[in-house]
């Protein structure tokens, strides 16, 4: 900073040490009528080793959370305004995963503290260092795991979800009230819904509150004022032991002394992908969520206000009742033309879009067998961008009969669907002539070796779990379409 200057807005950084305490100082000025306006943002360094245990987490929350961070690939939010903990949430998450054999590389603006083990980069828009352009240098890196400080725009918005299929865990945060309205926040960028119910497999949003000073808390029933506030929004629990600090010299005499954060978890489920995938409004994926065990910001916030850790008319001033009605407008779908046209263009410009060879000759033909929107969405935009001709049936009875009419070069299948599953299909394509030497892939969502074992025992070709990553997928299809060749070709 120039200290000169008192004509334009600066910003700039210092660091001073208050009792063996290493802080450091984002300093903003503004210049007013009256002067020079300043803003000092205090920073202490010691931000960069807090434990998740320190965070506020209820233990439930913290286990489900940790589970997403093990996760090997797919995007997780973290959302809320500005000063509501979302960097330390971040940082905590990451002390929590690295490892010496894990590639952990940042993009921020500005880096807040500097973290042993991860490569962290500043954004420098002057040099040319975006969010989007740090972001492509950073995947050439062949890292693990990738911290992106925010999504701004289109751009880097497309660059993480596309990160988040092919083998990345990213962590970004959005500036948003609630965890559902994320998704809608992501849609207005411009990003299309389906890669957002593929790519995003959870969404942590919070909110701040002041603890309640241990040096002069008091049993203190809420005012009559304050419940008629929470009347119908949630239920207070029983037993609860509601305190208050009276004010003293060590808080100042507010009654509080130090903050905690409360949280509301959006696990992105089936349910929650297909809703997503048809721009449903943000207070249906939330009814969703509050089926699949989602808990809001106020009723975790009302939990620790029962603990006597805060009080609930913090909670109410972070987060007031909930104002979505189920009446509330549903946003505009997008037209089936627009989204054919786009493809079109994606197709014919994607470097593997030129058409794969089927076995007789013809352009090859790819059925795909599956009961879920989302994942048909996916595969079948990801394979037609590689050149091949994609026909698609919702269950097994009717991809039976499409396998027989329309004679597909490769049978793509969900293991579980209702009626005939893909096991029970599998059997009846090889136990039929016009089918039997169909090339058969298999997506399923359970793991281990007996579901595997059990596909390859009626005649499955390969096996894939989901979730899918679409690079993967579209190689094993050629692989096993070029085997199938093969097989053709020493028959003859």
């Known amino acids: 900073m120039d200290i000169a ?67 090997p690939q797919g995007m997780i939010l973290v959302t809320g305004p500005t000063g509501s903990g979302k960097t330390s949430t971040l940082y905590a998450s990451l002390n929590w995963i690295k490892s010496p054999v894990k590639n952990i590389i940042t993009v921020e603006d500005p880096i807040e503290y500097q973290l042993e083990g991860i490569n962290q980069v500043q954004i420098n828009t002057r040099a040319g260092v975006t969010f989007a352009a740090g972001l492509r240098s950073i995947l050439r890196q062949d890292p693990n795991i990738v911290l992106v400080g925010e999504i701004r725009d289109q751009e880097t918005a497309g660059i993480a979800l596309e990160a988040a299929q092919t083998g990345h865990l990213i962590l970004t945060t959005l500036h948003t009230n609630d965890a559902p309205s994320s998704i809608t926040r992501l849609i207005d960028l411009g990003v299309e819904p389906f890669m957002v119910a593929s790519s995003v497999i959870g969404i942590l949003a919070q909110r701040l509150v002041r603890l309640v000073c241990p040096a002069c808390t008091q049993d203190r029933p809420p005012a009559p004022a304050t419940l008629e506030r929470l009347h119908g929004a949630v239920r207070l629990p029983d037993g609860a032991r509601w305190m ?41 994926v939330r009814e969703a969520s509050n089926r699949g065990g989602m808990r ?51 197709q014919s410009s994607a470097p593997g879009g030129s058409l794969v060879s089927g076995r007789n000759g013809g352009r090859a033909r790819v059925l795909i067998v599956e009961d879920s929107p989302t994942v048909v969405t996916v595969v079948k935009y990801f394979l037609e961008l590689e050149g091949f001709e994609v026909l698609v049936a919702e269950d097994g009875l009717a991809g039976l009969e499409l396998a027989r009419s329309a004679v597909p070069d490769v049978v793509v299948s969900d293991l579980n669907m209702p009626g005939m599953d893909g096991l029970a299909l599998t059997k009846a394509l090889r136990g039929d ?27 499955v070709d390969d096996y894939l779990v989901k979730p899918v990553e679409p690079k993967r997928l579209a190689a094993r299809v050629k692989a096993i379409l070029g085997r199938a060749r093969a097989r053709d070709t020493a028959g003859a």
Do not use: N
Not at 313 to 341: C, N, S, Y
């Open 433 to 459: 002539t016009r089918t039997c030497g169909m090339a058969i892939l298999m997506l399923t969502s359970e793991g281990g070796v007996d579901s595997e074992a059990r596909g390859l025992e009626v005649g």
């Open 244 to 284: 208050a600090g009276a004010g003293c010299d060590e808080c100042g005499q507010t009654g509080y002394r130090g903050r905690l954060a409360v949280h509301e978890l959006l696990l992105v489920t089936d349910e929650i992908r297909d809703l997503i995938s048809r721009r449903a409004a943000d207070h249906q």
């Open 5 to 71: 200057e008192r004509r334009k807005p600066q910003d700039g950084r210092s660091r001073l040490r208050v009792q063996q305490r290493k802080i450091d100082l984002r300093v903003s000025t503004l210049p007013t009528d009256f002067g020079e306006k300043v803003v000092i943002r205090l920073l202490d360094s010691a931000g960069a080793r807090t434990d998740m245990g320190q965070l506020g987490f209820a233990p439930d929350l913290l286990k489900r959370f940790q589970d997403l961070l093990s996760r």
């Open 296 to 346: 809001s910001l106020m009723e975790d916030g009302v939990d620790k206000a029962a603990q006597g850790l805060t009080t609930l008319e913090e909670v109410l001033r972070v987060a007031p009742p909930d104002e979505v009605r189920p009446g509330a407008p549903q946003a505009r779908p997008v037209d089936a033309p627009e989204t054919a046209a786009r493809r079109e263009d994606a």
